[in-house]
């Protein structure tokens, strides 16, 4: 694999600040392509809240979730790589894909990728084997490999994993059938872009804000961390994400959102526990943008309740959670009630008391 280059000031990876771009909106857009937005997030927190998610419920989720990733992941691929040039990485350049993958996966957090074995004959034997070492979400990289695989390749198949040794694992895509299959064809959200005013401190050779900067970036392990807290962050669309919300609310009904809500709820409150949480709504409004949730742009702290008006936001059913988690932990309250709602410009409107 080559080398990847780091910002010589700050130490953050080249790959990461050349390809996204942190706006003063609370949006983070890839440069190239505005349009397509990323966050900065908590890794273990998404693993946690799938599993809170099926603990209420009391039903598996993987399925649907692995599922709906992979035909996020296929359809994003059939739409930037042509036809021919997909066919030609299938026969002559899958090295160089697999390469790309490892080297986008360390610098993003998405832990430490690699090929095992592969088997081309074009029959019904065919497979490959991938291997991830702390991975950023083993059902995300189920998905992702199978749907950039099936892509590439122009058959569907199954994907399965096992866990060698805690923290590790292979990933193995073989030809046939989906054991789930979603319905409808998958809809991408657009985020309509309002102007934002935030200002931060940036690195002055990749202007990455630094903030992002003084997290470890272990490019072997392929992990970024923050030094103190040890808490562990990726950057992903939260494309993905939303679609994987909106399947399963599709198959499993309209109590998904509420579900989402409090499964985020108590996975944010036992991540940040022990930090020390007060009503400085400028701290809150950085701590949102920097991970690319949106622009906070009121905030109002009660005795007894909390309002938040959030424009650009995204993944607006976890921000709920966040919020009202937040608001739990500065008021030393267990328990709390929210309403909200999200205008089709992508302002989102939290009341927790």
């Known amino acids: 694999m080559s080398e990847i280059k780091r910002c010589k000031k700050c130490g953050t990876p080249l790959m990461v600040s050349k390809e996204n771009t942190w706006n003063g909106n609370g949006v983070i857009a890839q440069t190239r392509d505005f349009e397509h937005r990323m966050i900065f997030y908590e890794s273990d927190n998404i693993g946690a809240l799938f599993t809170g998610i099926e603990h209420i419920l009391g039903l598996p989720i993987e399925k649907i979730v692995v599922e709906s990733k992979r035909r996020e992941v296929k359809e994003y691929v059939e739409k930037m790589m042509s036809a021919i040039t997909r066919k030609a990485v299938k026969h002559i350049g899958i090295g160089m894909m697999i390469d790309t993958l490892s080297r986008n996966g360390r610098a993003f957090g998405y832990g430490d990728i690699s090929m095992v074995e592969r088997r081309r004959k074009n029959d019904s034997d065919d497979f490959i084997t991938m ?24 058959r569907d198949h199954f994907v399965s994993y096992e866990e060698v040794e ?36 940036r690195c002055g050779t990749c202007e990455v804000p630094l903030s992002v900067a003084k997290y470890t970036w272990d490019l072997e392990a392929g992990t970024i961390v923050h030094p103190d807290t040890r808490r562990r962050m990726a950057i992903f669309g939260p494309r993905g994400m939303e679609a994987i919300l909106d399947d399963l609310e599709a198959e499993l009904g309209e109590t998904i959102p509420e579900t989402v809500i409090e499964a985020q709820r108590l996975t944010v409150r036992m991540a940040m526990k022990d930090m020390k949480w007060i009503g400085d709504d400028q701290r809150y409004r950085r701590m949102m943008a920097f991970r690319g949730l949106g622009n906070i742009v009121m905030m109002k702290l009660g005795d007894k309740s909390l309002s938040v008006r959030m424009e650009n936001a995204c993944i607006d059913l976890m921000s709920v959670g966040m919020v009202q988690a937040l608001f739990e932990l500065m008021s030393g309250t267990d328990t709390s009630e929210h309403d909200y709602k999200i205008s089709p410009d992508g302002v989102l409107d939290i009341t927790i008391s």
């Open 166 to 201: 805690p923290g590790f694992y292979r990933v193995t895509c073989r030809v046939g059938e989906h054991p789930l299959e979603l319905q409808g064809r998958l809809n991408f959200k657009t985020y309509p872009y309002k102007p934002g005013d935030i200002e931060c401190e």
């Open 131 to 154: 291997s991830v070492r702390n991975p950023h979400s083993i059902l995300f990289f189920c998905g992702e490999v199978l749907g950039a695989w099936e892509a590439i390749d122009g």
